[in-house]
């Protein structure tokens, strides 16, 4: 079985960074895109960003474009999430995720597509 262990997580002021960390661990299994979402109390998750395992192809969500940077490091099997400038709307448990599929562009936003999920890290921005 595969598996994602998020770490990072935490309490962060408005305007603060944090780096959120996904390693793979467990049955080898071949990755082609990794994600981050997110989902906030009485919210549905949301997607927020995406990295192909081979090439430099990301997708951002609209709300975290010019602040979210996503990076792999193929060698450690895990995948970062640098958060900058924070807002409190930011304010979320992210879950990492993984997919042998090859998707495309559009199929990068899709929860579904994805088999693999973490246990999440909680984020909390405070105003």
């Known amino acids: 079985q595969a598996q994602l262990v998020e770490s990072g997580g935490g309490l962060v002021q408005a305007g603060g960074s944090l780096r959120l960390s996904c390693a793979t661990s467990?049955?080898?299994?071949?990755?082609?895109?990794m994600g981050w979402f997110r989902q906030a109390p009485g919210k549905e998750r949301e997607f927020v960003a995406a990295?192909?395992?081979?090439?430099?192809?990301?997708a951002y969500a609209d709300s975290v474009k010019g602040r979210f940077t996503i990076s792999r490091d193929n060698v450690k099997n895990t995948v970062y999430l640098q958060m900058n400038s924070l807002k409190p709307e930011d304010t979320a448990a992210y879950y990492c995720?993984?997919?042998?599929?090859?998707?495309?562009?559009?199929?990068?936003?899709?929860?579904?597509?994805?088999?693999?999920w973490g246990q999440g890290t909680q984020v909390t921005v405070s105003s």
């Open positions: 990295i192909r395992w081979s090439g430099t192809l990301t």
């Open positions: 467990g049955r080898a299994f071949s990755t082609n895109v």
């Open positions: 995720a993984a997919t042998s599929r090859y998707l495309s562009t559009a199929g990068m936003y899709t929860d579904a597509l994805y088999e693999y």
